[in-house]
């Protein structure tokens, strides 16, 4: 007898859609599919998933790692969000690329895995979140990956001795490998940083780790294809479960409620639209799962009537929780290029930009699965401000936060203090980073638009190097609210990035340091000596130039978080320590954008963490084991 080859379901089609699900998620990215894919688990539980996006988990531009630039600035992958024009940067509107695609954004990042150190998850308990800590969260970082082991070639050439085996998650849907493409940029990194006494001092995955170091790429080892959220926990065995059903092109347009008791709401359905334009209500008999990211959840919030009262009562929208801090505390790494020009022996990702050779390298990938296109290894370091060389740095950086540490009136969001006094012992700590270094194979051309596409395009003939520093705690604070009451309208993302002048200072101080990196061997003997640089001779040995680099060509690091900030209400808080969203029974929020202070790194690993311990929290109310202590 054949065996009947399995297929994934249309997930196009509403063919025998219930009319109520236990959970409808509002999301299939990212944490969405988490959440789904692991209730389901139990035969028992019925979950659907209403995503915006359409299914491309077989297109190569988001299965070939090297491919990830093709999906930016595409609305077929894309929800090519763009800020407001931003007061500190000259009036530049800056990218902000997002997954419109089952699976989300880990669909179409660079596949970077970094961890955030202890200090920042710790910060999450503080702000009155009590059983959130590093502690309790490392078991959810092991759980949503699977580390492969480097071979020894690998593990001697990035210099992996810091790597603690027993740490590394062994059974997480997520794979996470180190790949086989490496180039001498890769080998020279760690040997530079132990140079200068800077190698990385604890496996990442610690909390504790700084220095320099390469990072494990979220790529399966065995396929060398992107493992995200979409191919791993909505695989095909997933996918063909009876108790799951996932809907794309399904573009939400609000979550309803029924009537108020005792001071709370429940959410009884979702309002969504079809790909061909039909309005639906799908409704949920347990709970409501909001994972739209950090843009979308809160403008989903405001269209269903949560939110500021003023604003909601402006588009004609009926106030259901008057709750002003949905949408605010908006922040985001900001990030500063500087690309070198590489040694004539030296190639990097620039060779690319020639047809022929890109031509090749797809080639070579379809083949083989080797070569450019399984995606390098980014390299990276955790560091301090590193530019007090006179012994009298701890008091120079005291008097910076005396100078410059501002906040709001409290009575506009009263946690701000809360949160600034926890950046200070973070950024006056030795053992805590201020900055997140990035070492690309590849030029960056600020100057050529505000579209990542514009100017991630190698259009300077020759190979470059770039070195990138993306300020680890912002102190800045920005907002997205909605627009209109039509769903259809982007909401107005404003991150007022560097408003707060530590920002400026400190991301400066950093800058400065990458003219250090690149005079320190062996790093040096692969640049050209007296070579080009983009910008073109920008140098950034004194703070004002540094400054000023910041201000003409600062991007973002695309890891905006905190717009449903998990607090209590009375200090700024959308959703409680279990992210149930604050006034209501049953609405729940499992993204990036309950992120209370951003973490150090990219932040793909802790939305991968946190929905998988939002899964724990509905678990155990369905089981029985909370009741009203979830609503606050």
Same mark, same amino acid.
């Given at each position: 007898?054949?065996?009947?080859?399995?297929?994934?379901?249309?997930?196009?089609?509403?063919?025998?859609?219930?009319?109520?699900?236990?959970?409808?998620?509002?999301?299939?990215?990212?944490?969405?599919?988490?959440?789904?894919?692991?209730?389901?688990?139990?035969?028992?539980?019925?979950?659907?998933?209403?995503?915006?996006?359409?299914?491309?988990?077989?297109?190569?531009?988001?299965?070939?790692?090297?491919?990830?630039?093709?999906?930016?600035?595409?609305?077929?992958?894309?929800?090519?969000?763009?800020?407001?024009?931003?007061?500190?940067?000259?009036?530049?509107?800056?990218?902000?690329?997002?997954?419109?695609?089952?699976?989300?954004?880990?669909?179409?990042?660079?596949?970077?895995?970094?961890?955030?150190?202890?200090?920042?998850?710790?910060?999450?308990?503080?702000?009155?979140?009590?059983?959130?800590?590093?502690?309790?969260?490392?078991?959810?970082?092991?759980?949503?990956?699977?580390?492969?082991?480097?071979?020894?070639?690998?593990?001697?050439?990035?210099?992996?001795?810091?790597?603690?085996?027993?740490?590394?998650?062994?059974?997480?849907?997520?794979?996470?490998?180190?790949?086989?493409?490496?180039?001498?940029?890769?080998?020279?990194?760690?040997?530079?940083?132990?140079?200068?006494?800077?190698?990385?001092?604890?496996?990442?995955?610690?909390?504790?780790?700084?220095?320099?170091?390469?990072?494990?790429?979220?790529?399966?080892?065995?396929?060398?294809?992107?493992?995200?959220?979409?191919?791993?926990?909505?695989?095909?065995?997933?996918?063909?479960?009876?108790?799951?059903?996932?809907?794309?092109?399904?573009?939400?347009?609000?979550?309803?409620?029924?009537?108020?008791?005792?001071?709370?709401?429940?959410?009884?359905?979702?309002?969504?639209?079809?790909?061909?334009?039909?309005?639906?209500?799908?409704?949920?008999?347990?709970?409501?799962?909001?994972?739209?990211?950090?843009?979308?959840?809160?403008?989903?919030?405001?269209?269903?009537?949560?939110?500021?009262?003023?604003?909601?009562?402006?588009?004609?929208?009926?106030?259901?929780?008057?709750?002003?801090?949905?949408?605010?505390?908006?922040?985001?790494?900001?990030?500063?290029?500087?690309?070198?020009?590489?040694?004539?022996?030296?190639?990097?990702?620039?060779?690319?930009?020639?047809?022929?050779?890109?031509?090749?390298?797809?080639?070579?990938?379809?083949?083989?699965?080797?070569?450019?296109?399984?995606?390098?290894?980014?390299?990276?370091?955790?560091?301090?401000?590193?530019?007090?060389?006179?012994?009298?740095?701890?008091?120079?950086?005291?008097?910076?936060?005396?100078?410059?540490?501002?906040?709001?009136?409290?009575?506009?969001?009263?946690?701000? %203090?809360?949160?600034?006094?926890?950046?200070?012992?973070?950024?006056?700590?030795?053992?805590?980073?201020?900055?997140?270094?990035?070492?690309?194979?590849?030029?960056?051309?600020?100057?050529?638009?505000? %579209?990542?596409?514009?100017?991630?395009?190698?259009?300077?003939?020759?190979?470059?190097?770039?070195?990138?520093?993306?300020?680890?705690?912002?102190?800045?604070?920005?907002?997205?609210?909605?627009?209109?009451?039509?769903?259809?309208?982007?909401?107005?993302?404003?991150?007022?990035?560097?408003?707060?002048?530590?920002?400026?200072?400190?991301?400066?101080?950093?800058?400065?340091?990458?003219?250090?990196?690149?005079?320190?061997?062996?790093?040096?003997?692969?640049? %050209?000596?007296?070579?080009?640089?983009?910008?073109?001779?920008?140098?950034?040995?004194?703070?004002?130039?540094?400054?000023?680099?910041?201000?003409?060509?600062?991007?973002?690091?695309?890891?905006?978080?905190?717009?449903?900030?998990?607090?209590?209400?009375?200090?700024?808080?959308?959703?409680?320590?279990?992210?149930?969203?604050?006034?209501?029974?049953?609405?729940?929020?499992?993204?990036?954008?309950?992120?209370?202070?951003?973490?150090?790194?990219?932040?793909?690993?802790?939305?991968?963490?946190?929905?998988?311990?939002?899964?724990?929290?509905?678990?155990?109310?369905?089981?029985?084991?909370?009741?009203?202590?979830?609503?606050?």
């Amino acid at each position: 007898m054949v065996e009947q080859k399995v297929h994934y379901p249309d997930t196009s089609s509403t063919l025998n859609l219930r009319d109520t699900y236990h959970y409808v998620v509002i999301g299939g990215g990212t944490s969405g599919l988490v959440v789904a894919s692991r209730l389901t688990e139990d035969p028992d539980v019925h979950v659907l998933v209403l995503e915006a996006g359409a299914n491309r988990l077989e297109d190569p531009r988001i299965t070939t790692p090297g491919l990830a630039l093709a999906t930016w600035d595409n609305p077929d992958f894309d929800w090519e969000f763009m800020t407001t024009p931003q007061t500190a940067l000259n009036g530049r509107k800056v990218a902000q690329p997002r997954g419109k695609v089952l699976g989300g954004s880990a669909a179409i990042n660079l596949n970077l895995i970094a961890y955030p150190s202890k200090s920042g998850i710790d910060s999450w308990g503080k702000l009155g979140n009590i059983s959130w800590d590093y502690e309790t969260m490392l078991p959810y970082y092991q759980k949503f990956h699977t580390f492969a082991k480097p071979s020894k070639e690998v593990h001697d050439l990035l210099a992996l001795d810091y790597m603690d085996q027993d740490l590394q998650g062994t059974s997480g849907p997520i794979k996470t490998s180190f790949g086989e493409f490496h180039g001498a940029l890769h080998e020279a990194w760690p040997q530079t940083f132990k140079a200068m006494n800077l190698e990385l001092t604890g496996d990442p995955l610690t909390g504790l780790g700084a220095g320099g170091h390469s990072n494990p790429s979220s790529v399966d080892p065995s396929t060398k294809t992107r493992s995200h959220a979409g191919s791993e926990y909505y695989n095909i065995k997933v996918a063909n479960r009876p108790n799951i059903r996932v809907l794309t092109q399904a573009f939400v347009e609000k979550v309803l409620f029924g009537k108020a008791k005792n001071n709370f709401v429940t959410a009884t359905g979702v309002q969504y639209r079809t790909i061909s334009g039909k309005q639906n209500v799908v409704y949920a008999s347990e709970e409501i799962i909001l994972a739209a990211g950090v843009f979308q959840s809160p403008q989903i919030l405001e269209l269903s009537g949560i939110g500021p009262k003023d604003l909601l009562e402006a588009h004609g929208i009926d106030l259901v929780i008057d709750n002003k801090h949905v949408g605010e505390n908006l922040q985001d790494h900001p990030l500063v290029g500087l690309s070198f020009e590489a040694a004539d022996h030296i190639a990097t990702g620039d060779i690319l930009r020639d047809p022929m050779v890109f031509e090749a390298a797809i080639a070579e990938y379809n083949k083989s699965k080797t070569g450019f296109l399984t995606a390098a290894t980014f390299c990276s370091a955790f560091m301090p401000i590193m530019d007090f060389p006179d012994g009298n740095g701890q008091a120079r950086l005291e008097s910076l936060l005396d100078e410059f540490l501002i906040s709001r009136d409290p009575a506009d969001f009263p946690a701000q %203090k809360l949160q600034y006094s926890l950046l200070t012992q973070i950024l006056t700590s030795p053992d805590d980073s201020s900055v997140h270094y990035i070492m690309a194979p590849f030029q960056l051309n600020p100057d050529a638009g505000d %579209k990542p596409t514009e100017y991630l395009h190698p259009t300077t003939p020759g190979n470059f190097m770039t070195l990138f520093a993306a300020l680890s705690h912002p102190f800045s604070r920005g907002s997205v609210h909605i627009q209109s009451a039509n769903p259809k309208d982007k909401p107005r993302i404003d991150p007022k990035y560097l408003s707060h002048p530590l920002d400026r200072e400190v991301l400066a101080r950093h800058v400065q340091y990458m003219e250090v990196l690149t005079e320190t061997e062996p790093l040096t003997s692969l640049l %050209k000596k007296n070579g080009r640089r983009i910008p073109s001779e920008k140098y950034v040995r004194d703070l004002e130039s540094a400054k000023q680099l910041g201000t003409e060509t600062m991007r973002s690091n695309f890891h905006p978080c905190g717009t449903c900030a998990m607090m209590p209400r009375d200090i700024g808080g959308v959703v409680g320590e279990r992210l149930m969203v604050h006034g209501t029974t049953n609405l729940r929020i499992v993204d990036a954008s309950i992120i209370p202070l951003q973490p150090r790194g990219n932040i793909q690993s802790s939305v991968y963490a946190i929905a998988e311990r939002a899964v724990d929290f509905i678990v155990e109310r369905l089981q029985g084991r909370v009741g009203m202590t979830e609503l606050n």
